[in-house]
């Protein structure tokens, strides 16, 4: 839905999603999606200001660690039906000392890997570089907002643009050698006040790359705001400046989209604790896939709880995570809970 919805409506779907048989009623478990996501390192050495990982908050909750080749390995073992493995999240995957390691495994096992989510490509091994391409890692998405280093250093702190540019050259370099398209390359751009006037200079960069471009809102609308929201609205493909401005478009949260990972690419982390989606960094869930088994943690009674939350088929549970998010939040007061066939 696109258009803001009327106090009737709203009021409507409260009363179907609030039907008696319907509050305790739980969705299928989602037994064993192909897909999953697993942190590969919650360290980074970049100081971007109003990151919870550069202020070492979210380590209080995930704890500051790296996935161990060893528990990548059995994973992939013990569960033949994963197909593919998104590493990256909250951290720089390119610190995690057993990346060839994990990379060349995946490949030899038919595991597609990908980093979507986000990469800085500071600091990265010259053979990580080439292996990436050997053992055809699918994506990368690289966090550039900007298109000088000047504007780039302004909120990647300690990051060094030229050498962000070279990796991508390598890389480039090492398809070529290997006749390979992999990995596929995106350029993510974060759109702030003091980089907005270079998005168009960024976007013919990363056509001059062969890299995708992807303009990003940011989260924390008090850090260096949007100046020109007309000229910044043309450029986005959403037609919108800020979450804020999407919010009021649309009806929902900027990132609503990330409940599905519940059952489509649920986010495991470095140390097997079950977190359910990328956004949740303050609490686990009380399973954990190397201890309990994968299957048998995407599948728990609380993360199939969570599952019915989320698509309003349950009352908020102050075990669940999900109670405590602000997405879920603008669910209960909307009555706008995702849907799933």
């Not at 600091?123 to 990580?128: E, I, L, N, Y």
């Not at 907002?145 to 540019?165: C, L």
């Not at 907005?196 to 809102?217: C, P, Q, S």
Request: proline share 3%.
């Amino acid at each position: 839905m696109t258009d803001k919805m009327t106090l009737s409506d709203e009021v409507a779907l409260v009363e179907m999603t609030d039907a008696a048989d319907e509050t305790t009623a739980l969705p299928p478990a989602a037994s064993r999606p192909p897909n999953i996501r697993l942190e590969a390192c919650t360290h980074c050495q970049l100081k971007c200001p109003v990151c919870q990982t550069a202020t070492g908050e979210i380590h209080k909750y995930i704890g500051a660690g790296f996935l161990k080749f060893d528990d990548f390995r059995t994973l992939v073992d013990e569960n033949p039906w994963v197909e593919e493995v998104e590493l990256s999240n909250n951290g720089e995957i390119f610190l995690n000392p057993h990346m060839s390691k994990i990379v060349r495994y995946a490949h030899e096992h038919n595991v597609r890997l990908t980093a979507s989510n986000g990469v800085n490509l500071n600091t990265v091994r010259a053979k990580v570089l080439e292996d990436l391409v050997r053992y055809r890692f699918r994506h990368m998405r690289v966090s550039l907002d900007g298109a000088s280093a000047e504007t780039y250093e302004k909120y990647r702190v300690a990051g060094d643009f030229d050498t962000v540019i070279a990796n991508i050259e390598t890389l480039n370099r090492h398809k070529e050698k290997h006749a390979s398209r992999y990995p596929e390359l995106t350029w993510q751009f974060v759109v702030f006040g003091h980089n907005e006037h270079e998005i168009d200079d960024a976007r013919a960069m990363a056509e001059r790359l062969g890299m995708d471009f992807f303009m990003k809102l940011n989260w924390d609308e008090s850090y260096s705001p949007v100046q020109d929201v007309q000229a910044v609205r043309a450029k986005q493909t959403d037609g919108v400046a800020s979450r804020s401005e999407f919010k009021e478009k649309f009806g929902h949260h900027y990132m609503q989209r990330l409940c599905h990972q519940l059952w489509d690419q649920p986010q495991v982390n470095w140390n097997g604790e079950i977190f359910g989606c990328c956004r949740n960094t303050w609490k686990a869930f009380d399973v954990n896939a190397f201890d309990d088994g994968l299957e048998a943690a995407l599948n728990s009674e609380q993360v199939n709880y969570a599952r019915a939350m989320v698509t309003g088929r349950a009352e908020a549970r102050d075990d669940v995570p999900c109670t405590t998010c602000r997405i879920y939040k603008i669910m209960q007061k909307s009555g706008r809970y995702i849907a799933r066939d």
